[in-house]
């Protein structure tokens, strides 16, 4: 039978692929024995600390022992990047940060020492103690006298295992839980492998960009100066003298803190709607704002950037309240469109990203999933409403009927209008499937007041299944305090605030979806390419997929493969659809790859 131990890692940073090393490992087992080991210099002592660990890993992989860990995916990073060898695949282990996620997605730490301060009052003092020593000589945690390491070391194990004595019993008891706990921590090592792989990007583009975005900031300074006056810098106090003093724009909002006027961009383009041309200083503020910001985003690429030009990005499988990933060092989960309504000046971001020399990436994105899962909670909850349900079966446009309600005259528009109404007709159908009011539907969909009472009026006429959802999940969320996914994970939402419970089982849901789809897609790319094709990163609804040239001849095989692993959900009533871009050149530049007529340049 295999022996459980804690098990937790000691580094010299958080960057473990861009220099940061391991130095320390500890254990602790259910009697509450905890052992230190250092790794860091050429003591005796130390070189059969690197011997121990080889057993470790030896007992762990012949399963042994089986680890716990708290964020698994970093301690088993380190503990590869010290060995030099890849052990994540063969092995089984525990995470308990993932489970405090699946227990208690509302908690508002999932931190090892606040959880264990929370529910067994440990106090947090050792850690206080090691980040004095830390401050002190400016330096990292090898630093810290080894006797003070080795309390703080043992500390953080004993805390690991008695959580998982806590939490894991509650997860085994229900096997809809245990399997969303199995299925975030396959999604634990595919993460590991995308941050190894990592993302290229073209390092002379980066520049380029940058040069033109400072060329442009300086000429927007200039212009503002020669319409003020005087130089400005379009930023701080100065621009709201400049906006609601020099120019006597309405004061549309205020900051919370302060009560001064807002500055936001949303504020701003909600005055760029109401006095247009009359005040052209608006347009230099917004592009100063959006080109400084996109200049200080590329210049973060080139800083992650290894000397091959690839980011290893951070990325955190469960980061957010509804479990979606997060991403840092650099966040690429936000990756700038040259084409957003929401920014009328954006900066080309996609640009600089590229495929590695001698691959293609395939850019693999679910089809209006956030809709579809509405329609199947619809379904579940509070009925079907047939007009979208026969859209669904014709895979035609399920925004359309919304856009001929708020705009009858829709079909007369030319495209590029068309496609902006769409949009707004977008955020407003999600606006009231998520318990919006009238007022602030009619906003989204830029209704003119005196339609958009009649018109809403009808739209949830024809719509009652839809939006009706909301209602019902605010009452199961009095009720129980949660809703739950069709996985079985629940979905904890403050009482207080009913209304995001629709928001967080949509997201909650399509989190789930796509870490599912991941490791279904991760496990069939590494039997069918040898591992030569490889998932480089999921954004949001999207994956991306490094496939190589040598096996182009292979590629609508394996794509159609994939998307049927990604649409693969029998659980989930309504079928789910993927369209596939291919970019050669770089993501800004991806086309779609027409499964019936395969042909890359």
């Known amino acids: 039978m295999s022996r459980l131990l804690a098990y937790d890692t000691e580094t010299t940073g958080l960057q473990l692929h861009r220099g940061d090393k391991m130095f ?57 990047k010290f060995l030099g ?56 945690f090898s630093a810290v ?22 939490f894991y019993p509650k997860i085994k008891a229900n096997l809809q839980w245990l399997d969303v706990y199995q299925s975030e921590l396959q999604t634990a090592v595919v993460t590991m492998r995308m941050e190894e792989r990592g993302i290229m990007i073209d390092r002379n583009v980066c520049r380029t960009l940058i040069s033109q975005l400072e060329r442009q900031i300086e000429e927007v300074l200039d212009e503002a100066a020669t319409i003020v ?13 400049l906006l609601y003093q020099r120019y006597n724009l309405p004061i549309l909002e205020k900051t919370p803190v302060t009560g001064e006027p807002s500055t936001e961009k949303e504020v701003l383009m909600k005055l760029k709607e109401q006095v247009g041309a009359a005040c052209p200083i608006l347009d230099l503020v917004l592009k100063h704002r959006s080109w400084t910001h996109g200049t200080a985003i590329l210049q973060s690429y080139l800083d992650y950037a290894d000397e091959e030009g690839v980011i290893h990005p951070d990325i955190n499988p469960c980061g957010a ?26 900066i080309p971001a996609r640009r600089v990203f590229r495929p590695r020399p001698g691959f293609v990436n395939f850019h693999i994105d679910f089809s209006g999933i956030e809709m579809r899962l509405l329609l199947h909670y619809c379904l579940i909850y509070s009925g079907k409403d047939e007009i979208l349900w026969k859209i669904v079966e014709e895979d035609g446009d399920l925004h359309y009927p919304a856009c001929k309600i708020f705009y009858p005259e829709f079909d007369t528009f030319d495209k590029s209008t068309q496609k902006t109404i769409r949009t707004a007709v977008k955020n407003a159908n999600f606006a009231g499937a998520y318990g919006a009011g009238d007022t602030k539907i009619a906003a989204t969909a830029g209704l003119p007041d005196n339609v958009a009472p009649q018109r809403i009026k009808v739209w949830r006429d024809a719509f009652p299944a839809f939006v009706g959802l909301s209602k019902v999940l605010r009452r199961l969320i009095v009720q129980q305090g949660f809703v739950e996914t069709v996985f079985g994970r629940r979905v904890f939402a403050n009482t207080q605030t009913p209304y995001i419970a629709t928001n967080y089982l949509v997201q909650t849901t399509a989190a789930e979806v796509l870490k599912r789809a991941k490791n279904s897609v991760h496990k069939y790319l590494e039997a069918a390419t040898n591992g030569e094709a490889r998932i480089l990163m999921s954004i949001h609804d999207e994956l991306i997929i490094e496939y190589p040239r040598t096996r182009l001849s292979d590629s609508k095989h394996i794509i159609e493969e994939l998307s049927w692993r990604m649409i693969d959900f029998p659980n989930i009533r309504i079928p789910l659809k993927v369209d596939t871009k291919v970019a050669t050149i770089n993501w ?3 086309s779609p790859f027409d499964l019936k007529k395969v042909v890359i340049k």
């Open 321 to 346: 309240v509804t479990g979606r990933e997060s991403c840092s060092h650099p966040n690429l989960q936000n990756v700038a469109k040259s084409r957003v309504l929401l920014n009328p000046f954006p």
């Open 588 to 590: 800004e530049q991806s």
């Open 229 to 241: 006056g005087k130089p400005v810098s379009l930023s701080g106090r100065e621009l709201i003298w």
């Open 85 to 140: 060898k890849r052990i994540a695949e063969d092995i089984k282990f525990h995470d308990t940060y993932l489970q405090s996620r699946i227990l208690r997605n509302n908690q508002s730490s999932h931190g090892l020492k606040d959880l264990a301060y929370v529910l067994a009052e440990i106090p947090k003092d050792d850690e206080a103690l090691v980040k004095q020593y830390v401050r002190r000589q400016k330096s990292d």
């Open 24 to 80: 320390a490992w500890s254990t602790c087992d259910e009697k509450g024995d905890a052992k230190v080991y250092r790794l860091d210099n050429q003591s005796f002592q130390n070189k059969a600390s690197k011997l121990d660990l080889a057993a470790f890993v030896e007992d762990w992989a012949a399963h042994k022992i089986i680890p716990i860990m708290h964020e698994a995916k970093f301690d088993l990073t380190a503990t590869e």
């Open 145 to 166: 006298p080894e006797d003070v390491m080795t309390k703080y070391q043992a500390g953080d194990a004993l805390r690991t295992i008695l959580l998982h004595l806590f």
